[in-house]
């Protein structure tokens, strides 16, 4: 599956942005979406599973990011409210044929190319 990433831009602290990851046939694969900081290695930001029942985030945006899909549309959707400048980073799409989704990388089977997220402080 190819994945496609959008909605990257630069916002000042406080704002919000919403990230959309577009791909034929997502239905059937869980998903997530991690980032990568200059200088840092690429960290599991949100998870969700085949029917969008179960969702995890990364201890870092609980109660700020929502992660959730629509699988008519074959997209998933990243909601980042409350943006801090420690949020900047390159965010990537995944996709996994796991049945259970994981917060590892590695779990994950296919990536899409990366949007840029800026937060000015």
């Known amino acids: 599956v190819q994945l496609q990433a959008s909605g990257g831009g630069l916002v000042q602290a406080g704002g919000s942005l919403r990230l959309s990851c577009a791909g034929s046939?997502?239905?059937?694969?869980?998903l997530g979406w991690f980032r990568q900081a200059p200088g840092k290695e690429r960290g599991f930001v949100a998870s969700i599973n085949r029917s969008g029942s179960t969702t995890n985030y990364a201890d870092s945006v609980k109660g700020r990011f929502t992660i959730s899909r629509d699988n008519a549309k074959n997209t998933l959707t990243l909601q980042m409210d409350n943006l801090k400048p420690e949020d900047t980073a390159v965010y990537y799409c995944?996709?996994?044929?796991?049945?259970?989704?994981?917060?590892?990388?590695?779990?994950?089977?296919?990536w899409g190319q990366g949007t840029q997220v800026t937060v000015s402080s």
């Open positions: 995944a996709a996994t044929t796991r049945p259970i989704v994981s917060n590892w990388r590695t779990s994950f089977d296919y």
């Open positions: 046939g997502l239905s059937v694969y869980g």
